[in-house]
């Protein structure tokens, strides 16, 4: 999965007929042992902040691999569709699709729920609820 990933930002790296309609960018890295995996987000369609975006996440727990791979199918169908199809080219003048197929990468490689630090991402969040 994370090779494929690579393989489909290079592709939208070159100067093919995907650049003008996907943003491919390294979010980070994320370090563990003595690795280091790319956290990977793929940004079609519009650069416009006011028009609507569907926002993708796959991957959060590693043991879970049909949410990430669900987010990478749906992002190469669209990418390989976006080659020819006309009509997709001009829905996305005006929505944006923003997918990140493998939120924790490290869980996904070495088969755990949790991340790197043993935290699990769906069970631990930097807000605070506030009981009204």
């Not at 990430?68 to 003048?93: C, G, N, V």
């Amino acid at each position: 999965m994370l090779d494929d990933l690579k393989k489909l930002g290079r592709m939208v790296d070159l100067d093919g007929p995907l650049k003008k309609f996907v943003h491919f960018e390294k979010l980070t890295e994320i370090k563990y042992q003595n690795d280091a995996y790319p956290l990977l987000s793929f940004t079609i369609g519009s650069e416009n902040p006011e028009h609507p975006t569907l926002f993708m996440t796959g991957g959060v727990h590693g043991i879970e691999r049909v949410g990430a791979q669900l987010a990478w199918s749906l992002l190469k169908t669209t990418m390989d569709r976006l080659i020819w199809d006309k009509s997709l080219q001009e829905l996305f003048t005006n929505i944006r699709l923003v997918v990140i197929p493998l939120v924790n990468p490290v869980g996904y490689i070495h088969f755990k729920r949790s991340n790197g630090n043993d935290v699990d991402l769906m069970r631990n969040s930097p807000v605070q609820a506030v009981d009204k």
